[in-house]
């Protein structure tokens, strides 16, 4: 383990304490943290050679009754090889946004020529649905359903949860799209008002 990322991750651990001890008064014992320190580097590892990640990442814009949703690809050494943004004009619970963005994750990674993938997002309850092949009888169900289905066009692809530090990039992307009703698709570039954010999200898988 790079000792130089782990003192990077514990100085934003012990960041982040001082402000839940400020605004939350509670205070978490430095093992715990050093415990989560450790246990986040060893979640941030590259994928591998060949293998595209994929994240993706819903917002709602209540106010609007939007849903934005964005989607980020890159390869092993964190390049981005395309990106999308899209807004659906639908009321929706947080899991049925999630799933919905997983969904049209897969769609673009087919429509690019995307087909050895590790999809990963921060909604743990589509992934855990996703892998458990399971039906659902709820509407997100039929987002899961599809998306079990598209994935079977795929050679190789897997499907993960990460949290939301390593799925920053897409977040911002789904945030923008919930805002301003911004549809966009970026090959081999990456949307400007993301890059410092690309620059700062370390790889995972």
């Known amino acids: 383990m790079d000792?130089?990322?782990?003192?990077?991750?514990?100085?934003?651990?012990?960041?982040l304490r001082r402000n839940k001890l400020i605004f939350e008064s509670s205070f978490s014992h430095p093992q715990i943290m050093y415990s989560e320190a450790v246990a986040h580097l060893e979640e941030l590892v590259p994928p591998p050679v060949g293998l595209i990640k994929v994240n993706w990442d819903a917002s709602i814009n209540t106010i609007k009754e939007w849903v934005g949703i964005g989607i980020v690809a890159r390869d092993h050494s964190g390049n981005v090889l395309g990106a999308k943004s899209l807004t659906k004009k639908v009321v929706a619970t947080p899991k049925l946004a999630e799933a919905m963005a997983a969904y049209k994750a897969v769609i673009f990674?087919?429509?690019?020529?995307?087909?050895?993938i590790i999809l990963e997002g921060d909604a743990k309850q589509i992934v855990d649905d996703v892998n458990s092949r399971s039906p659902k009888h709820d509407v997100s169900g039929l987002f899961v359903k599809g998306i079990n289905m598209e994935m079977q066009g795929l050679r190789g692809v897997t499907i993960a949860h990460v949290n939301r530090e390593a799925n920053n990039v897409a977040h911002l992307l789904a945030?923008?799209?919930?805002?301003?009703?911004?549809d966009g698709v970026w090959l081999e570039e990456c949307p400007t008002f993301i890059l410092n954010a690309v620059l700062r999200e370390p790889l995972s898988s």
């Open 3 to 15: 000792d130089l990322n782990l003192m990077a991750v514990i100085a934003r651990r012990i960041w």
């Open 109 to 116: 990674c087919k429509d690019v020529g995307f087909y050895e």
């Open 175 to 182: 945030k923008e799209a919930s805002t301003l009703e911004m």
